[in-house]
């Protein structure tokens, strides 16, 4: 019981340093200055042969850990998609860890399986779902999307299961170029393989044609081949395009072919009802996936995956072994949804924030992020030499910096050398991301913390940075 005795003091100095650091955040550059190894070389080699006293592991958490921490829960983080993590769910995540449960059949915690489809249930009524979804949590949308493309192989040819894929037809699934590369992965790891990710075209908006859809199946129809998915997307990772998923949804019912929408980042959205209109169509959809842990302040990893035929995703994965076989007649064991036996208690999290904000101020806060997305869109407009490049229809703003008489690859090469120089000095972070061959820059908001102020300063950085890197 050694190591419960001084537990009380040695987690009210973790508790101390959580409530410093949550108040300031911005206290810490934003991206770690680290060179790589840094903290490999700050290590001993060798695990310690005897117990160490826990301040003597919480100072060097301070000294070595930290300064390599790039900070997502900084106002100022603005990459790739800006992510904050809420006090309450930091409270849920140390109960959880304290609790230590292994959500995998009902039996081996009655609450953690109840309370998944209570909050699944409570999601998905917000976003505007009907309650024909069955929600499930994962760690992150690539295993949600993994795990959707699973069930519609087995939809299309229950026989792999068996016998595998060797023998089979080519099986398609259908993207675009904006599509995130974890569908591409996943057809890679069910053996459909990488030839048979078919990239449909998009329009100027980078959404998915459905007509070239259409005509790309009935070609692959024609050769023998076996349509099996394809990949919708709410919110592009690149400009948060949203494709047209009604009428994808009528190709796909034409074609009985299975459709996944990845609405990974911008799918939370769709709780206020102006925001709705994003994932219209979706009922149309076999499977959707929204990460909570993106944009409704849940910390890493919460991804919720909804699909509207329960009973097929169960026989994709379901296979029991006997020391697992119970007599718990109508409950849910979550370990026949996926690849995964043991699972995280990720319901409580989801649980406390969607409790401690209240549908309203979690509708609230998301508004906040678009108005101040908006805002420096307006800031970008104004400003001679700069352009927004792609439509900002939630809180990710798609730009760049166009000095006069410089070509296309010069344009290019100054934006990424403005890029770096904004992110050298520590107080923003921002990342980019190319469109149609050119380097542009992109600006995410989705932090608690993040205020006008906030944006603002890396509006002044990103200026700054622009006339010290020359042309």
Request: glycine share 8%; hydrophobic share 45%; with cysteine.
């Amino acid at each position: 019981m050694e190591f419960f005795e001084s537990f009380e003091d040695d987690f009210a100095r973790v508790g101390r340093w959580i409530a410093g650091y949550l108040q300031h955040p911005e206290a810490y550059p934003v991206l770690s200055a680290n060179a790589p190894g840094a903290v490999r070389a700050a290590l001993p080699a060798e695990a310690p042969e005897g117990p160490e006293p826990f301040d003597r592991v919480m100072d060097d958490f301070e000294r070595v850990i930290l300064p390599g921490i790039t900070h997502w829960n900084h106002p100022r983080f603005f990459a790739y998609f800006a992510t904050s993590a809420a006090p309450a769910a930091i409270a849920a995540e140390a109960l959880a860890a304290t609790l230590d449960v292994k959500a995998m059949l009902w039996r081996t915690s009655p609450a953690a399986t109840e309370l998944e489809e209570v909050v699944m249930n409570w999601l998905g009524r917000l976003m505007g779902l009907s309650d024909a979804w069955t929600g499930i949590i994962y760690d992150t949308a690539s295993i949600g999307g993994f795990t959707a493309l699973a069930a519609a192989r087995e939809r299309l040819d229950p026989s792999i299961r068996e016998r595998g894929m060797s023998g089979s037809a080519d099986l398609r699934v259908y993207i675009s170029e904006h599509t995130h590369s974890h569908i591409e992965k996943a057809a890679i790891a069910l053996g459909i393989g990488q030839r048979n990710v078919v990239r449909i075209a998009c329009d100027r908006r980078g959404r998915i044609r459905p007509e070239e859809l259409d005509a790309q199946i009935r070609r692959d129809l024609a050769e023998g081949k076996r349509p099996m998915a394809v990949a919708a997307t709410v919110g592009t990772t690149s400009t948060t395009a949203i494709d047209p998923v009604a009428e994808i949804g009528e190709v796909a019912r034409r074609h009985d072919v299975w459709l996944h929408v990845d609405a990974a980042y911008a799918g939370v959205a769709a709780i206020c009802p102006e925001f709705r209109w994003i994932l219209a169509g979706v009922e149309a959809a076999d499977s959707l996936v929204v990460n909570p842990h993106k944009w409704l302040f849940v910390p890493m990893d919460c991804s919720a995956l909804y699909v509207r035929d329960e009973a097929l995703l169960r026989r994709t994965f379901e296979l029991v072994p006997e020391f697992l076989t119970t007599t718990d007649g109508g409950a849910r064991n979550y370990m026949d949804y996926g690849l995964q036996l043991g699972r995280r208690f990720r319901s409580l999290k989801l649980w406390f924030v969607m409790r401690a904000f209240g549908a309203q101020g979690l509708r609230e806060r998301l508004r906040a992020h678009v108005a101040l997305a908006a805002e420096f869109a307006r800031w970008v407009r104004d400003e001679p030499e700069w352009e927004v490049v792609a439509e900002h229809p939630l809180a990710l703003v798609v730009f760049r910096h166009v000095p006069p008489g410089l070509d296309a690859a010069q344009v290019d090469d100054h934006n990424g050398r403005l890029m770096d120089a904004a992110n050298a000095g520590g107080e923003i972070f921002l990342s980019h991301t190319k469109l149609d061959g050119a380097f542009v820059l992109r600006l995410a908001i989705g932090n608690l913390r993040t205020s006008s102020a906030d944006v603002a300063t890396a509006w002044r950085v990103l200026r700054e940075a622009a006339g010290a890197v020359g042309r």
